[in-house]
């Protein structure tokens, strides 16, 4: 076995949130610190992430915000108790970036760019003594006869392996979203051949392909559905919706998309009989449809899925109309791909993970490690993903600082 890396060290596979957070966490309690990273720089995800403004984490109080979240619920209730939206902003602001609330309830940083925070986050780490290796892709690990994780390496551009024996190791392997160049990933398979459970990865935060009709896109591609409530069996979500060439994107259908039928409000601050009246009122001789879009204030694409994706006895039903601005169905059919989500579903099972003390350990692996978007959870966008990576990331420090028997500074 070779390695050129003291063993009382940590390795962290991984230079996403989770994986800088674990690093900050340990080196700031003296211990020695090496990420391995397989791509040619840190944060690929969260430069993308952040490329047009970089959602921080969202204002909610500590006790609901697990609310936001699968996967077990007592775990996400504990994990924001101890790294709180809070302490997260504090951080950031500590490392000299300033941070806003926007009217949407979620925090950015004030130059609205991931690169300015990764940055400075790096350098701190770079005067923590913290070793960054780039071009080094995870083969495979296993738990140190003595204690600890060995890791297998290969380089990238070389093809050489190398072996290294850690004190404890922490993978931070990242979901399955923006993988254009590596579908299918190769880190789960390392998972399988050991015979853990892994839950497929599913596009999340991603926009439905949706059969428009063609006179629909050809008047209103691009165009906003503003102030819309999208319901479906995963719950309700408010916001405002796009049509595109290939169906529909925007929060709602991130958070409460479905394949099958899902439902729009397209008035959500008033009744079907306050409508309705409305519609009433109106004195001139008018179709339902033109007293819908005279008096109901509804926009461009709105409109259009009324006119184009209603039958002609609906729109010459004012009621039943009306109705159908309260409970328009929209069936949306296939996700888009991966490649093009914000997050993924799926990932190490839960059931792959936890020994008592230390939430985040493999069963199977003991001083082997897990933290962020490999696991088996998802999330709504709005700052809640980056969030509960570096809230796992300070976990998985803090776990690892009680595995080799020392104390976290609690310095946040």
Not at 343 to 365: A, C, F, Q
């Amino acid at each position: 076995m070779s390695s050129g890396i003291q063993k009382s060290s940590v390795a962290i596979i991984g230079s996403g949130p989770a994986g800088l957070m674990a690093a900050t966490v340990l080196a700031r309690a003296g211990v020695s610190v090496d990420i391995f990273e397989k791509k040619t720089g840190p944060g690929r995800k969260l430069l993308i992430a952040g490329s047009s403004g970089l959602n921080i984490t969202y204002d909610s109080p500590v006790e609901k915000f697990a609310e936001f979240y699968t996967g077990p619920r007592d775990f996400f209730d504990q994990l924001f108790r101890e790294f709180s939206s809070e302490d997260w902003i504090k951080f950031i602001e500590n490392l000299g970036i300033a941070t806003f609330k926007g009217t949407s309830r979620r925090y950015f940083v004030e130059t609205m760019k991931a690169s300015l925070l990764l940055k400075a986050w790096t350098s701190e780490l770079d005067r923590l003594g913290v070793r960054v290796h780039f071009d080094q892709e995870l083969v495979d690990f296993s738990t140190a006869a003595g204690g600890g994780g060995v890791v297998r390496l290969r380089s990238g551009s070389s093809g050489e392996e190398s072996v290294h024996e850690f004190s404890a190791v922490c993978l931070c392997l990242g979901g399955g979203s923006w993988e254009k160049k590596e579908n299918p990933l190769r880190w789960p398979e390392i998972f399988m051949r050991k015979g853990m459970q892994f839950v497929p990865f599913q596009s999340s935060n991603v926009g439905f392909q949706v059969a428009w009709p063609e006179k629909l896109l050809t008047e209103v591609e691009g165009q906003p559905i503003k102030n819309v409530v999208l319901e479906s069996s995963r719950g309700k979500r408010s916001g405002d919706l796009v049509i595109t060439s290939y169906g529909i994107e925007g929060t709602p259908v991130y958070f409460a998309g479905i394949e099958g039928v899902v439902y729009l409000d397209l008035k959500p601050d008033s009744s079907v009989e306050a409508l309705l009246e409305k519609c009433e009122r109106v004195r001139e001789n008018l179709s339902p449809m033109r007293r819908v879009k005279k008096v109901l204030n509804l926009g461009e694409g709105a409109l259009a899925l009324l006119f184009h994706m209603t039958s002609p006895s609906d729109r010459g039903d004012l009621r039943q109309l009306v109705s159908l601005v309260k409970r328009f169905p929209l069936e949306l059919l296939a996700r888009q791909p991966l490649t093009e989500s914000i997050s993924s579903s799926g990932g190490l099972s839960w059931n792959e993970i936890g020994v008592d003390g230390y939430p985040l350990m493999l069963r199977r692996k003991p001083g082997v490690f897990v933290a962020g978007e490999m696991i088996d959870w998802d999330a709504p966008t709005g700052g809640f993903l980056i969030q509960a990576c570096v809230s796992q990331g300070v976990s998985a420090g803090r776990q690892i600082l009680k595995y080799l028997g020392m104390n976290a500074s609690r310095d946040k």
